[in-house]
């Protein structure tokens, strides 16, 4: 029973444009994110699902965060972002559950996060969505892989 949080960002923590992934499809952050969060419970503001063109990312609970009335998802639900966090951690006692975005979300969810996990690529993009530095404070690494145009990070809360 963990919260994480996961995205990919650049090197100025830009995560979306118009929304939407402002790079390539990257094969090996798409398949890190499907590793991590297949059959677990993933979370996610309204504008992303919309992003994922209102369709469930397969096998995976779908939870999204909207006051609007939303078809498609297994799950909507509004209110405060620790309450939510909390009674998905109690219903899906089973299963981690995954803040997948977008950043308004994040905004609300990192600091409920026990862990991060962070593709960050070296490179700058033109984005218009960003993560705030303040926001990933107090995360620090626990396992970083290198490859040649991206960091994959797991971090964990810094505890005492």
């Given at each position: 029973?963990?919260?994480?949080?996961?995205?990919?960002?650049?090197?100025?923590?830009?995560?979306?444009?118009?929304?939407?992934?402002?790079?390539?499809?990257?094969?090996?952050?798409?398949?890190?994110?499907?590793?991590?969060?297949?059959?677990?419970?993933?979370?996610?503001?309204?504008?992303?699902?919309?992003s994922l063109d209102n369709k469930k990312l397969p096998k995976r609970v779908n939870v999204v965060v909207s006051n609007k009335d939303i078809s498609g998802p297994d799950k909507v639900v509004s209110g405060d972002?620790?309450?939510?966090?909390?009674?998905?951690?109690?219903?899906?006692?089973?299963?981690?559950?995954?803040?997948?975005?977008?950043?308004?979300?994040?905004?609300?969810?990192?600091?409920?996060?026990?862990?991060?996990?962070?593709?960050?690529?070296?490179?700058?993009?033109?984005?218009?969505?960003?993560?705030?530095?303040?926001?990933?404070?107090?995360?620090?690494?626990?396992?970083?892989?290198?490859?040649?145009?991206?960091?994959?990070?797991?971090?964990?809360?810094?505890?005492?």
């Amino acid at each position: 029973m963990t919260i994480n949080a996961i995205f990919a960002c650049d090197e100025n923590m830009g995560i979306g444009k118009n929304n939407d992934l402002p790079w390539e499809r990257h094969e090996a952050d798409m398949l890190w994110f499907r590793k991590n969060t297949s059959g677990h419970v993933v979370v996610m503001g309204r504008k992303t699902w919309e992003s994922l063109d209102n369709k469930k990312l397969p096998k995976r609970v779908n939870v999204v965060v909207s006051n609007k009335d939303i078809s498609g998802p297994d799950k909507v639900v509004s209110g405060d972002m620790g309450d939510i966090l909390k009674n998905l951690e109690k219903e899906y006692s089973n299963l981690k559950i995954w803040v997948i975005g977008g950043s308004e979300l994040y905004r609300q969810a990192l600091p409920y996060c026990k862990g991060l996990y962070m593709t960050k690529f070296n490179k700058t993009y033109d984005c218009d969505t960003f993560i705030q530095p303040s926001w990933v404070q107090g995360f620090h690494t626990l396992a970083k892989r290198q490859t040649e145009d991206a960091d994959f990070m797991i971090m964990s809360k810094i505890h005492g």
